[in-house]
Structures are given as C-alpha cells and as structure tokens.
C-alpha cells in the first residue's frame, strides 16, 4: 500500500515521527474519530441480528486480510483459504474434545498449527508461480478438507464437533454484543498489523517479489524466505480466523469449509479490490453481506414465493454472476471504481492525464 | 480382472473430460474450472432432449450434442471473449465464477433431484461379462469406446496441418499470434466448442451409466490432475495422466480406504508438481530468461 | 506524386482511458521507401507501431482520434490478425519470437495470406536463404536463442507473412553493433529483393538513419521534426541530442551545463 504523495494543499511532513503517522490531517482525525464512535455505538443501537451481521463480517474481514497479504501484496495465488481457515477451526476443536483446553490455549495452537500448515502451503511456491501454484493450494486444500474429515468419522463426529463458549473470567461468552466488541478488537488487530508489516521492509520485498521476482532476487531480497513468510504470516492469520469462526458459531463441521468458501475470499479480495488493504475490508463486507440482501430482495419481488425454497442456488446464481461482472468490468474491484470517481473530480475538466510533457 | 475393468472405465473417463481441459489450456493458457459444470450442463441438457424427443433416442443424443456445441461457443462469445488477451489468472477466475452460475441455474431449472436421462430413452444398463471374468455395463464400455474415437479425431485433427503448432503459439503469446495472422477469436471459440462438447459427451456417458445429479460436478474437479500430471496442453499426456490418476485411485480404494477416493487424485498432483510441474508431456513453460 | 502507402493523420492513443501516450501525430509512407522514426524513451514511438499493427484487450489501448490509412482505407482499431492479413507486418520490440516452440516451428506458426502449400514452403525456404544461421537452428527452442538470432527469427516469421509494409520495432535494441550492422544490410537485401516498405523504429537514431530514406523524430508524443535522411543527419540539434556529436572539440566538465539547451525545432 503505497502512501499517498504530500497533499497539494500545502500540508508537508516535517520529520520522521510524522512521516511514520498513519493518520494525518486534521479530516482524516475527525473522520477516524467518527467512525470508530460509531463502531462502538452500533451494538447499542443495533438488533440481534444485524449483530450478527457485523460479526460476521469481522470474522471474514480478518480471513479477507490475510488473504489479501498473500495474494494482492505478495502476488502468491492461493485457493486453498478454506482448508487453512478449516485447520484453524479443526485445532479449536480437536483440543477441546481431547483436552479440554480454554481457548488461551486454543487460539495460540491453532496460529501455530496454521503457520506450520503456511510452510506446507508455501512449499510449491518456491517452484510453481501463478496457475500452478493456485492449482497446488487448491489440491492441498482438499488434502486439509479430507483429514478433518476423517477425524470426524473415526472419532464419531459425523455431524460435526461441538464447542462451548469460550470462558472469560469464570463467565461463558454468549451475548451477542460481547461477541462484537472482541471480533472488532481482532479484526482491528489484524488491520494494524497488515499496515505496519507492509510499511516495513517485509512489505517493500513483498512487493519486490510480485513485481518481478527474478529482478527481485538479484537485488538481493531473499525471495524463497519471503514467500514463505508471507504464505506462514497469512496462514497462521487465517487460522487464528478460523478458530473464532469456530468458537463464534460453537459448531465445526467439514462441509462448512468448501471449495466455495475458498473461492468466497477470492471473490472478496476481487471484489474488493486487489493490492488493497481497504479493498480487503470491502470485499469482506460485499460478499458477506450479499446473501442476505439477495433474500431480501427475492421476498420483496411479487412472484418470487415459489423461489423461497431454492434460496440457495438463487445465491449461488447470483454470487457467480456478480463476480463475472467485476473480472470483466471491472478488474480492480470497488476501490478501482473509488479511484476512478476520484480521477474524475481531480483530473477535471480534463478527460486524460498527458504522459509528461505538458509537465515542463 | 476387474480391478483392471475399473481402471480403464475410470481412466476413459479422465480421460474424455481432460481432453476438453487439454484444448482450452493449449489454445489460451487457460485452465477451464467450469469444465465440471459444463459436463453437467450437458448430462441435463440430455435429460430435457430425452424428454423432448421420447421415442426417439438418436434425435435426442444428437439434439443434446449439437446444443451443447453452442453452449460452449457461446460460453466463449458472450463470456471469455472478453477475457481475450488479459491476465490469465483473471480469465481462470471467471471460469470459476462462471462454473459457480452454472450450478445454481441447473439447480434452478432442473431442481437438485437425482435422476437419470436412461429413463425417458427407454435404455437399460446391463452389464456385460468379460473374458477373464470382469463385468462392465453397457454404458461405460460405449464410454471407453467413444474416448478412444474421440482421442483418434482429435489427434488427427491437431497433427496434421499447422493449426496443432498455431494453437500452441496462441496459448504462449496472443499478441504475437494475432500479429502473425492467427485469428484469435475463430481458434478460441473452436477450441471452446469442441472442449465442451467433449465435455457433455463425458457427462451424459456418466449420466445414463450411473445417474445424473449436481455431485458429478466433483468428478470433473477430479479429471484436472489428470490433465494436469499428463502436461496440461498436450493430448497424449492426458491420456496417459488419465491412466495413471485413475489406477492410483482405484488401487487406493481397493487395498487402503474407500474414503481416500476424492482425494488420491490430488495427491498424486501434489507428486507431479513436487517433481516436474508441467507433467510428463506437457511443454515446459515460465523460461527464466530475463 | 507517388500515394502514400500508409498515412497517419492526428492520431492520438489513449492507455487505460487516462493516459495519452500519442497526442496528435502526422506522417506518412511511401510505397519503397524507408522511413525511419526516432526519439528517447516514452517519446510514443511504439505505440504508434502498435497502434498501426492493432490492440488486443490487454493493452488497454485506444485510438481516440485520428485516422491511419493505408491503401486508402482505414485501419484504426481493427484486430491485429486483421492487419497482418492485409499486409502489414510488425516485428516487436518484446516477445518477438514464440520462446516454447522450435524455430521451425516458429515458422510455421504465422499465417501467410492467401498462399498455397506450395507457395508457403517456398516463403519458409527463403527465410532460411536470408539467415542461414537459422537453417542450423531449426529444431532450439526459441527462448534460448541469443538476441541476434533471436532478431533474425522475428524478422523472419514477419516475412513469412508476405508484408507490403514492414514495421520494425527497436531493432537494435540489445545488441552488439556488429550484430546490429549485419541486421541492417539483411534488412536493405529483403528490401531490395521482396520489393517491401519499412518504417523503422529506433532509440539509436544513428543505426535507423543508416538506412531510411526519410525520418520523422517524436517527443513527448509529438512529432518535432521530419526531413530527408541526410537533412536530419546535418541538423544541429540531431547531432547534439540523438548522435551525440557536439563538434569536434572535446569539452571538460566545466563546460557542461546543469541545464540542458532547450531544443529549439527551427531550421
């Protein structure tokens, strides 16, 4: 994420703390400060299940990050999102069944368990690029998908694992509204941490690295290291994803963790936008969000009672076509559009930016 | 013996869909996620045609054919076209996408019931005794026999003449093609048609030998590492990718664990991609010089 | 007076639909000349081949204004095969040979208009008459081909498909001037004998006025100056900016400006 150029306005950076400064002018303060007052004030004002909507979306919003690391930051295709999402999930879960371990135990494993896995993932890496490599997630994926698998039937589990709410101080974590404010703190966590790590030199080799990675290694960057990094930072993200996925919905079951998932946080780092931090967040809150605006707008068309019953491959209709529409129109997604509109206002009444003459 | 029964149906079916993988993969370096959809597409396409032309199966076959030609021209038309010259990445993740629209507008259409076009045809799947002692059903041994037929068109069709060398160079650099005098839309949507219609012949075998339902899908997710371990732009790799996958398979199943069956083919992928990433007959790509 | 054969008039090249790259050029080529065109880096040199020899999607490139005609009838924003067919052909700048195909092969591949079986050996056989290296190169793989050679191929896989005009992109780019020299006399023989106009795009505008006949020189996506060969090669500013000659004296450091002298396209 590369910073924006010092406004024209005649705002500069003086020294080195204020360059460092995420946050800058006096607007942007306010418009922070607004919004974070609003994210604290929504569960007050909000129903149950708008709630749960927005902890939904934190959840996806921390798997979007991460995903967005590897693939729109690093260039490192994965399709295999769900089986590290699914690891994480199968980590809470087996150690709560064999060990009944709290989730201060929990949580730390499964970030572990998904770094390890980020090393397995990333593996292929190293000699695949591009289709191969996506291709090689996606058989690794499946790999993760059918163990998970076969815990469930050899220990008995057909229907899947059962979890208790994690216990805080004695007290089991139920309300909804507790819930919102520890996924917020989580996801707000993991979007720290992606600003800071690709403002460091992780950030610029990463962005070596998709760039030209040959170019890359012969200035130096040691590419292997890095792309390993990448894919075990993002995996151990995912997992971690995964096991409050778990704990949130008290439940984990192979069949949550399909290839569609998988192509769900494709689809939202598309949608979103890629090589974007805020795209990340976009995509994150369109695709989670699409579904149940899809069921709303179906129950409010006059004939559509006899669809009630297929809501689900209407969505799958629905969810297929909206994302062939981004590939083909377009390709960098809602923050493309965002800056398009910006171009627009900036660049007029010009139409087009000359290439550098007129600059002299 | 019937294990080795097992092994050539299973393989003739990698087989015919990979063919379909093989063509779009040669001509555009694109890896065809929809493939499975498609082949689905064309299995209930068959079910309505049957339905339609009730007393006359060949008809049917050959109306269901000839549409889902024209579904992969149009696939290409109104979909890929657009996609012509741009990332290939991109290009694949609208397949994907495209395969996601499918299956919910099968379901849409045809409802997610399990159901057979043999029926409407009036055809019976019994089962054939071989020499040695294996049993095959009709249907899959007409499946083997038409993958062999299809392979024998294709291959003469590729190898003689320049179109098997100019699809290659498309695949490698579409510009440069275009700008040697290839016309780049005639020889994607050619190689879209015929992908596809591969690809539904595959999906009705499937269909009439054992039931149509949305869960076919998943055996043309398993019939990529085939191609994939053959080399995925080159035919004979597929067959021989096919072969290889599909013993794996049936061996696992047999001695090991019947639960192993989605799995084993990607494992035999990972193999292949540890080891020589473009297959055993596939060209090499990505050279590495700057 | 002899037609041109390709007229450009005002074009402008659009990238991604917010950068002109070409704002408003005019030139033109005559049947059996050749013409080069020179300039620095980003000057629009390029895209102003490629937008004679036609887009694919992944340009994201656009004529917006402008013709370009030739034999009379417009070519602008057609397909690039569409181009070829009708006889103009460009050898590229990058990606100029198929890099997984052999050389013969890479033969093969292009699509010669309205040739017989016949007719289309003797094209490839012809090729192999121009560049016998290439005769002993018929079964590498074209990616590992060194860069003249690998410059020999394009040019020949462009012949193959039977150019009236040939565009030439940056042909010595890369490439040892011996190298270079031997290409330019290959080029002048094909010429001579095919009977094939040129327009020759080059960085090093004291290889491309070797052998053109005219010259145009662009900046900035526009054309500053134009004129017969040897009018270009006596232009003061040419020989200061583009040939590196300042006279004959040597200058020491303290002589060089900070500034440069602003060109000054007079005369």
Partial sequence: MSRPMPRASGYFRTDYRRDLGLVETRLEWTSLALFIVALLAFPFLASPFHLDLACQVFLAAIGSLSLMLLTGYAGQISLGHAGLLAAGAFTVGILFREVQAPFWLTLPAAALVGGLLGIL????????????????????????????????????????????????????????RAWYFILLVFAAATLLICVNLLRSRTGRAWGAIRARETVAEALGIGVAGYKLLAFVISSAITAVAGALFAYYRGFVSVEAFSLFLSISYVAMTIIGGMGSLLGA???????????????????????????????????????????????????????????????????????????????? | MQLIVNIVVLAAIYALISCGYVLVYRVSRVLNLAHGELMMLGAYLLLSTAGLFAGNPMAAIAVALLLSLTVGILVYVLLMRKMTGEMVLAAVLTTVALGILLRGLVVLVWSAQQQNPAQPLAFTNAAIELPGGGRISIFAGILVLVTAATYAVVFAFLRFGRWGVRMRAAGQNPLLAAQRGVNLHAIYALAWSLSTLTGSMAGMLIALDSGLDSTMVIIGLKAFPAALVGGLDSLLGALAGSLIVAAAEVLAIHYIDPLLSDVVPFLVLIAMLAVRPWGLFGTREELDRV | MTEALLSIEKLEVVYQRAITAVQGITLSVRAGQIVALLGTNGAGKTTTLRAISGFLGIDDARVTQGTIMFRGERIENRPPNEITRRGIVLVPERDKVFPNLTVAENLVAPVARGVGAGERAGREALVYRFFPQLGDLKNRIAGLLSGGERQMLALGSAIVCQPELLLVDELSLGLAPVVVEDLLHRLLEIKSELGITILIVDQSAASALEIADYGYVMENGRIVLDGSAERLRGHQDIQEFYLGQTGDTRRSYRDVKQYRRSRRWYG
Avoid: C
């Fill in chain 1, 121 to 176: 993932f990333g593996l292929p890496s190293l000699r695949l690029r591009g289709l191969y490599l996506a291709v090689s997630t996606l058989a690794l994926h499946f790999v993760v998908v059918y163990l998970g698998g076969e815990y469930e039937t050899r220990r008995g589990f057909s229907t899947g694992i059962t979890i208790d709410p994690p216990q805080i101080f004695g007290r089991a974590l139920t309300s909804n």
């Fill in chain 1, 281 to 360: 967040l976009l995509g994150a809150v369109f695709v989670t969000l699409f579904p149940y605006v899809i069921e709303a707008g179906l129950l409010a068309l006059p004939g559509a009672q006899r669809y009630a019953g297929q809501l689900f491959a209407v969505n799958y209709s629905a969810f297929g076509l909206v994302m062939i529409l981004f590939l083909v129109f377009e390709p960098l997604g809602l923050v493309g559009i965002w800056h398009r509109i910006q171009a627009y206002f900036l660049l007029w009444p010009f139409k087009h930016r000359p290439l550098s003459g007129s600059r002299k």
